[in-house]
């Protein structure tokens, strides 16, 4: 089955940093890449997601880019927010009938004022 | 006006119990899922459920059994509770597989 591996597991910066979470997956056939935020006690909620015959996406301060070759794709939240402190997870789908999400082990982000 | 609801939010229960955690959802989705979020965070995929197909996960034993009354609910049943299936139960749903899905509140339960 499908494997995604996420880095960095926890990731601090300052207020107006930018900040890049990076994921690899294993099956090539994955072909939906969603980022979910989590805030503390909260429910994983949708960021940006992006699909395979796309290279990047882009909303407002955040962008998503997926490098189909590699087998990566990446977060990136500029001027961060102390706001954006949360958990953040990415995902890969499989483009079949039944395909699930899988999940990486997420991205606790820290931003301080 | 909630889209995917589950019941309880909390849950506290004896080992050897057995119970059921509610999800609704009223989106009009065809496809909904059980998720198990670890104290780890790491969020997993329990079971799927599609146009009355039912997927599991291998690696979820079968104490644990997902029950659809109709396409709108998927309940979930857990048998003979142990300590180690404390964690944070989500429900989630979306239109058809491989798209966005909404997640429900959270069920936390804890085995003691």
């Known amino acids: 089955g499908e494997n995604v591996e996420q880095h960095p597991s926890t990731l601090s910066v300052q207020e107006g940093d930018s900040a890049v979470i990076k994921c690899t997956y294993s099956?090539?056939?994955?072909?939906?890449f969603p980022w979910y935020k989590q805030e503390l006690g909260k429910r994983p909620q949708l960021i940006i997601d992006i699909r395979s015959n796309v290279g990047e996406k882009k909303d407002q301060r955040i962008a998503v880019t997926l490098n189909k070759t590699a087998k990566h794709f990446s977060l990136h939240i500029t001027e961060t927010q102390p706001e954006d402190s949360a958990v953040y997870f990415c995902?890969?789908?499989?483009?079949?009938?039944?395909?699930?999400?899988?999940f990486g082990k997420g991205t606790m982000l820290l931003v301080s004022p | 006006d909630t889209a995917v609801s589950q019941t309880p939010k909390y849950l506290v229960t004896q080992m050897g119990n057995d119970k059921s955690i509610k999800c609704e959802q009223n989106l009009g989705h065809d496809t909904m899922y059980w998720y198990k979020q670890d104290s780890k965070k790491f969020l997993k995929i329990m079971f799927s459920y599609n146009n009355k197909e039912l997927i599991i996960n291998e690696t979820v034993p079968n104490r644990f059994s997902p029950k659809s009354p109709d396409k709108a609910h998927l309940n979930l049943h857990i048998n003979s509770l142990e300590l180690g299936d404390s964690a944070v139960y989500f429900c989630a749903s979306s239109p058809v597989p491989n798209t966005e899905a909404f997640f429900g509140q959270g069920t936390r339960l804890t085995v003691v």
């Open positions: 099956d090539s056939a994955s072909n939906y």
């Open positions: 995902a890969a789908s499989i483009g079949s009938g039944y395909s699930t999400l899988t």
